[in-house]
Structure formats: structure tokens, C-alpha cells
């Protein structure tokens, strides 16, 4: 089998590290390119990384004929117009959530993928490739605690770059539950209202931090959120699902637990890339088995439409401090 060659845009945090998964531990993959505005750090990468070229504009790099498939794993302002560059080249792309900033942008991207008559954008929700999540879903479907009735989910980032604005809490944490919650109901979101209570003094002014979410779904149930970017201690993110006969959490870090020096307990993971390495690497290799045979293997652009269609009415939610109707067109009008 030849191996898929693939470029990465944005070498931030994300794309630095899936840039290491790919170079060194996915299989039937080769990465031969990346491109950031930060040419040194792109450089400093691709010296560390054997025959990885630096291609400085993105869109070059996706036009690159030796670029089989992309990572965008850019801020998520230049995922609309790297997207539809993907899509015009017919490569296959992995991009880092959100799909876009708001639904209308999110939405031309699923009418342009359609147009292409084949799937070749998947979203980077990992959580579903995560081995808890995972079996959380296989529980829930198997039906045996009955009708899932409530979702309570916990995320928390030890702290974020001053940058990270409030819409940018719910558009970049809160939307992978918002994603967690119609993959584990199988339903969409229709309401969803953002609180903002009074929040940690470790913010910058006008920074609300930390926010708690409430979706309402087609079928009447309900999710709530707790996301918390500036939590201090490290990173952390729960599940709990509440069903008819019975309940199960996943998220509570348990692995290995010391006794020394007066205490007992485990270690806070720093960060998502810790907490989440294995789905990543599930998620990557995935993506690339089924992108060497023109397809995809995970969350689709309509589920990055669906989560942009809630963020965008959470922010509403957030900024007027009230319940929002998610506007979203029917799946089949623009699907068929
Ligand atoms: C980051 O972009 C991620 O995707 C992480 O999973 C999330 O926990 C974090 O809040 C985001 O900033």
C-alpha cells in the first residue's frame, strides 16, 4: 500500500502535535509538509521531522501536488476558506473543530462538499474516538439502562491563552459537548442557553469564565455544561449520563493511584493532549485508513454544521442572557 502523503496547517499547540503523530506513529502515513505564519516555528518543526518541507501559504500547500490530504489545525477563522480550497482539490481533510466560525459559513462548506458528490472532510471531535466515550456510547445504545434521560458533563483547561475570549469558550470548549451531546443522544440540539456566573477573578476584564450551558434536545431531554478554561489545576473533563435504570460516568481519571509522603491520589493531566493522546491517535489513524480509500471514518461536516448552528446561538445565548432556538435547514433539504 503506498502511504498517504499529508500536509499540516497551523503548527500551533494541536497541529505540532498531530505533526508528531503523524511523523512518527501512524501507519500508512507519510507527512511531507506543513505551513504556518510562523515560518520559524514551521522550520523548526519540519528540521526535527525527516523530509518535511515548509510551504508558507496554505493554499499552496493543499495545491501541492505531492499533498495527498491536509490537517487544518489553524485557528478556526481560516478553517472556511482553507476548507473550500481542500474541497476544490479534491483532498481529503481532517480539520480541527470548529468547522467554521458561525452556521451560514459551516453550512456553504457542507453545500460545497456535497457538490463534490463525496465525502472528504471529517471534524476533529476526538472525544468520540476517546476508549471511555466510546464505551459509554456502546452502553447507552445497547439499551440496557433504558432511555438516556440527562447528560452532566464537566470540562476544565488549566488555564488558556488571554486571547481566549468568552465567545471563544463556548465556539472552541463548549462546542465538544456540544458534539458529545448529539452523538451520544443520536439528537439534535434545539435550545440552548449559555449562564455566565459571576466569574473567577483570574480573568481578564470581561472575560466570562467559568460558563454553564443547558441544551434542550428534539426529544426532550437535556445536557448541562459546566466549562471552566482558567480552572488553575489542570485539565479535566467529564460525562455522566443519567438513564432509566441506571447511571455512568466516564472521565474520572482513574489510573494509577500512590500512597506516599501523607497522601494518596493520581496526576491532573496538564492538557487536552495528554488526556486525549490515545483518541487522538485513534482519530488520526482512522482518518487515514479511510482517507488512502477516498472516504472518512468519523464525525462528518454536517455534525461541524450542526455544532457551529449551536455555538452560534450560544453566543446569542451568552451575550442577551436567554434561552436561543438553534436554526438549523433539514439535513435532507441540503443533503437530499
Ligand atoms: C482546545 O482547542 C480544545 O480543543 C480542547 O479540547 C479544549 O478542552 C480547549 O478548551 C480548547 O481550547
Sequence with gaps: MTELRIGIIGVGMMGADHAERVARRTSGARLVAVSDPDVARATTLATALD????????????????????????????HAEQLMACLEHGKPVLCEKPLTMDAESSLRVVE?????????????????????????????DSGD???TLLLHNVHRNKTVPET?????????????????????????ITRITVHAPKPTSLVGEGVLDPQFAVFEMAS??????????????????????????????IGLGVDV??????????????DFRVRF????????????????????????????YAAAAVCTAGVQ??????PVEVEMVRRSEVLG
Excluded at 59 to 71: R, S, T
Excluded at 226 to 242: K, L, T
Aim: net charge negative.
Design 145 to 147: 439502562l433504558g432511555r
Design 51 to 78: 523530509g518535511v518541507r515548509v510551504i508558507d501559504d496554505p493554499l499552496a500547500l493543499i495545491g501541492d501536488a505531492e499533498v495527498d490530504a491536509v490537517i487544518i489545525a489553524s485557528p478556526g477563522f481560516a
Design 164 to 188: 481566549f475570549r468568552s465567545e471563544m469558550i463556548v465556539r472552541d470548549s463548549l462546542v465538544h459537548e456540544v458534539d458529545v451531546a448529539r452523538w451520544l443522544f443520536g439528537d439534535e
Design 257 to 270: 493511584l500512590t500512597r506516599a509522603a501523607g497522601h494518596w491520589g493520581g496526576a491532573v493531566p496538564d
Design 220 to 249: 426532550g431531554a437535556l445536557a448541562d455544561v459546566e466549562v471552566f478554561v482558567n480552572f488553575q489545576v489542570g485539565y479535566e473533563v467529564r460525562c455522566e449520563a443519567v438513564a432509566e435504570r441506571g447511571s455512568a460516568t
Design 112 to 140: 460545497a462538499e456535497h457538490k463534490t458528490g463525496r465525502p472528504l472532510i471529517q471534524v476533529g471531535f476526538m472525544r468520540r474516538f476517546d476508549p471511555e466515550y466510546a464505551a459509554l456510547k456502546r452502553l447507552l
Design 317 to 322: 445565548s451568552l451575550q442577551e442572557g436567554r
Design 277 to 304: 493522546g490515545l483518541a487522538y491517535d485513534i482519530e488520526v489513524q482512522r482518518w487515514v485508513n479511510a482517507a488512502a480509500t477516498g472516504g472518512i471514518d468519523g464525525p462528518t461536516a454536517w455534525d461541524g
